[in-house]
Every structure is written in C-alpha cells, then in structure tokens.
C-alpha cells in the first residue's frame, strides 16, 4: 500500500501481494483485466496472478462459481496472496461470503479506484468529493463487509471513512454525506461565480479530457513553457490518476488572446457512477467550455476503447455538441502512423518532445477565436478609456496619434466591435 507526500511522490508503507479476478459475460474482459493491474499497481500492490472465468450470468452469492471459489482459495494459499481485487463490482453479501471461503482481503474495482483518489486528492473540495463517493458505495454495504473494513488499521478500501464504518450506522453516514453535499453547493457557487465573471469578461474556456494518463497535464505544462509560464506548471507523472483536483490556467498569447486552459480528472472504463457523481461539479466545467481537447494515447494499442470511454463519460456530463479537437499524444512512441484519424478536427502531437504543439495551439486559436474582426478605428482623445480598453483587451497591429484622436489597427471580439463600430474609419 502506498501513500503519496504534498509532491505526489509515492510514500511506499506495507506491501500487498494480490491476486485479479474477473468474471466474462458477453464481451472480452482481457483489456480491463489489463488495466486493473495497472490500478493495483498504482495502489501500490503486487499482482500475484489473475483468474478469469466465464459465465452465462453472475452467481448472486460470490460472484463466480463455487469450484472457481475453491480454486481461488488455493491460489491464495498457494502464492501466499493476502488480498483478491475483483474486476466487478461486488454487493455487500458478495463480499462477506467471499472473505469467509478465501479467508483473506477482498475488495473490488470500484473500492480500489476509490482508494487511488482518497490517497491522491489533495485539495479541500477533492477529498470532500472522494469521501461522498466512498460513503454513497458504502452506505448500501454496511451489513456485508467484513474484514476489507473491519481493521481499523490502514489498507485498500479503509482510508478516510472507512476506518469508522462499523461503528457508524446509516443515520450517521447520511447526515455525513448531507453535510459533505453542503459543503461542496457552497463551493460549487464559488465556482459559478468565477464562470459569471469570466463569461462576463468574454474569456473563452479550453478543457483539456481524456483517458487517465493520456498526456493531458504534460500537454498544458508545455503550453505554459511556450508562453513563458513554467512557473506555472502542474503535476505530470506516467502513472494513472496523477493527478485529480481541477487545474485551471490563465493563457494570453501575444497578440492579447485570452482563454482559460483547464487540465480535468482523467476517465478510465468503469469509473465508479459514485465517483462520477461526487466530481460532477469539477467536470460541469467541461459544460461550461468553448472548446474540449480530447486527448488520446495514441501509443497504446486499444486507443479507440479509450476514446469510447472518454466519448460515453463526456455524454453522461451533457457535453456530447461541445466542440472538440482530438489530440493524438505519445507520437514519439508510435512506430506505424495512424492512418484512422485526420481532418481539421485532429492533430498528432509529442508533449514530451513538443513536436506540433504550435499547431496545436494555431488550432485552439482558430476555433476559439474566430469570432473576432479585424477593424481600424479612431478613438477621440476624449474616450481615453476606450483606448487603453483596446490597448488592454484587443490584438493592436498598429497605433497612431493624429490630430483629432487615436488610431488603431485591431483584431477585436465581435461584441466588442458592436460597441465600437460608430469609431470604424471604413
């Protein structure tokens, strides 16, 4: 088990030796199998081996067949596993008769990712939306669990909440996520408040999305060493779930452009619905955007279930029509080009070698600012204000003093030019 200090870096504590089991109804569990190694090891366990079992349906008392229980017991002997992390997720009987017949840890997917984000959440409003989370999974559970969280020592699936669950009962828990759910409205108008005011100063919104550990923080820090912002970079590491809270980042390219460039929670398939909900509003930002980067790791094999997920994940939050530019990233590792994606809609980009990260940007440009016009203009020296307004806000190719007021050259925001246009010298 690990635990990560105020740098993300990995505080090794106790280790746990695992073994995956995932149960295959109708279509192929190989690539979730895949993946939920990598979430034990982001957790800091040791992945023994995996069982799968084919089924016609779910055995409602253990999830899988009893001979493959009696199987999976003698696995653990065997290999000395201390814990068994099922790929699906399991009701509260499931997970009682389970650790009696194996006699050892048994968590599922949904408490393993659940673990993942308590020890990785730093600010106020993520550990509030983890703990929601936890407890709206728990909550129906109470009567089931047993030794996953009966220890009140550490482990997957008891930090934060999890360390009182037997001895809080349900009256308690709900007047707990009641309270949680407050705190978070609150928070949450804080946030409308800041969009109002954004919106109000027609600063368009970039939301950068995509699978877990796809590249996106890697991409905004590179934006932010083109434009000179290094010491506004976030944190980046090739390991899922990096990073949680919500990044936001001011971006004024040189011609006075202005947008917000906010870096999102990665999606992975079977996020936890709990866990969608509890964040649903940090990613309503992704509502509220001009434009979503949806990026892709165009390195790994099954990209396109990736984009299915991430696509599936956007719909759920209502921002299926938001426009979108899909960015293919870890080209450096590709060996074959791809050949499945192009259009203006695409780019193919390196953040850790930065290739086409200024096209990149030219497209971000294209599509959220096209709304802007080029005028020229003469401003009385009475209306010092609307001068230095453009000077401040608008895309100055060229100013001049003459006699009877100031002119300018400017790319402008069609708004603004609504405003102005009784100045325009055509």
């Known amino acids: 088990m690990v635990r990560f200090n105020e740098n993300n870096e990995i505080i090794r504590e106790e280790e746990y030796q695992a073994i995956l089991v995932g149960l295959q109804l109708n279509e192929d569990v190989s690539y979730s199998m895949e993946e939920l190694s990598g979430l034990a090891q982001a957790a800091g366990v040791e992945v023994l081996g ?54 050892v840890r048994v968590i599922d997917r949904t408490i393993l990712i659940l673990d993942i984000f308590a ?41 934060g909440p999890g360390e009182k669950k037997l001895e809080t ?16 409205a609150q928070i949450k108008n804080t946030r409308s408040v800041q969009r109002s005011r954004r919106e109000k100063a027609e600063i368009p919104v970039v939301a950068l999305v995509g699978y ?17 912002k290094e010491d506004k970079a976030v944190t980046e590491q090739d390991m899922l779930f990096a990073t949680l809270d919500t990044q936001q980042r001011s971006i004024r390219l040189a011609n006075n452009c202005e947008f917000i460039l906010i870096d999102t929670v990665g999606f992975v398939s079977k996020l936890p619905h709990s866990l969608v909900e509890a964040f649903k509003a940090t990613l309503e930002e992704i509502v509220y955007a001009d434009l979503l980067l949806h990026v892709v790791d ?9 984009i299915d997920v991430t696509n599936k994940v956007i719909d759920e939050l209502g921002a299926g029509n938001q426009e979108k ?22 780019v193919f980009v390196s953040a850790k070698r930065g290739d086409n990260m200024e096209q990149l940007l030219e497209k971000i440009k294209k599509a ?7 005028a020229k203009l003469l401003i009385p020296y009475s209306r010092g204000d609307l001068s230095s307004y453009l000077y401040e806000k608008a895309a100055v190719f060229a100013m001049d003093h003459r006699e009877d007021g100031t002119f300018f050259d400017v790319e402008l925001e ?7 246009k009784d100045y325009d010298t055509v």
């Open 212 to 228: 877990t550990n796809s590249g996106k923080s890697a991409i905004m820090n590179w934006l932010l060493t083109m434009l000179e």
């Open 119 to 159: 020890a990785r959440a730093t600010s106020k409003e993520g550990k509030l939306q983890v703990e929601l989370a936890q407890l709206q999974y728990r909550m129906p559970r109470l009567t089931g669990f047993g030794k996953s969280l009966s220890r009140l020592g550490g482990g997957i699936g008891t930090r």
């Open 325 to 346: 530019i899909r960015v293919y990233n870890k080209m450096d590792k590709v060996l074959e080009p791809l050949i499945d994606a192009s259009g203006d809609d695409c």
């Open 50 to 103: 995996e069982m799968i079992q084919r089924l016609e349906k779910p055995n409602s008392a253990t999830l899988i067949g009893k001979g493959k229980v009696e199987e999976l017991a003698e696995m653990c002997q065997v290999m000395e596993a201390d814990t068994v992390i099922f790929n699906e997720e399991l009701s509260g009987m499931q997970l009682r008769n389970l650790e009696e017949q194996l006699s």
């Open 414 to 420: 069609k708004a603004d030019y609504s405003r102005l």
């Open 169 to 184: 009962d349900r009256r308690h828990i709900a007047k707990r996520m009641d309270d949680i759910k407050k705190e978070l």
């Open 298 to 306: 165009a390195a790994y094999e099954n990209y396109d279930f990736q």
């Open 368 to 374: 959220i600012f096209s709304t802007r016009v080029r």
